[in-house]
């Protein structure tokens, strides 16, 4: 990270997170330059990969602009806040390297076997090279949080489907439905990274 880190006093730092609240962006700015750095080192040292820790950065200061209208002051620094935030990222992060080691290659191929919900590959035919991994991830990122959910309860928390039907509310035939849908979803993204 390059930007340099301002020192902000609590008093200062009250009156620009009460403006930022009201979509002040300069003083968001402000806030943003104050503990750029601090939220960098911490992803950094979680993660050991620059790349990973300043995508993450990005991600946390955008996520803190958009819901920084409902922060409210409960006894604790502005900062705390931003760490929450960084390490909900993080988690965020790791649930979908999770989901993208352990997602079947069938899936991806549109076996007709591994669609139907008792279905699971052979373990070796997971996905496995540096280049699958990547446009894997970058597919799996375009998908929202619900299809995501679904692809996560099933392939990696491994939950029966039973359990899983019940997670989301549903009955096992919606939950059919669901999972179908987010993998022809997850299929179609896959294809565009992968051919463009």
């Not at 609590?10 to 609240?21: I, M, R």
């Not at 503990?35 to 992803?43: K, N, P, Q």
């Not at 375009?142 to 489907?161: K, N």
């Amino acid at each position: 990270m390059s930007d340099s880190t301002t020192a902000v006093l609590p008093t200062e730092e009250h009156t620009l997170v009460t403006a930022a609240t009201r979509a002040d962006r300069a003083a968001f700015a402000q806030l943003y330059r104050a503990h750029v750095e601090a939220i960098y080192g911490y992803l950094y040292r979680r993660t050991g990969d620059v790349a990973l820790a300043e995508d993450l950065t990005a991600a946390t200061f955008e996520a803190a602009w958009r819901d920084i209208g409902r922060f409210e002051w409960r006894g604790v620094p502005f900062r705390a806040w931003l760490y929450r935030l960084a390490g909900t990222r993080l988690a965020m992060h790791r649930r979908r390297a999770r989901l993208i080691q352990w997602l079947p290659l069938g899936l991806l191929r549109g076996d007709e076997a591994v669609d139907r919900l008792g279905a699971h590959p052979a373990a070796d035919e997971h996905v496995e090279a540096a280049d699958d991994f990547a446009s894997l991830r970058r597919a799996l990122a375009r998908l929202s949080a619900t299809d995501q959910e679904v692809l996560g309860l099933l392939f990696l928390a491994e939950l029966p489907r039973d359990e899983v039907a019940a997670a989301l509310g549903c009955s096992r035939d919606a939950l059919y439905t669901r999972t179908h849908r987010a993998l022809k979803r997850l299929r179609a993204a896959w294809n565009e990274e992968t051919h463009g």
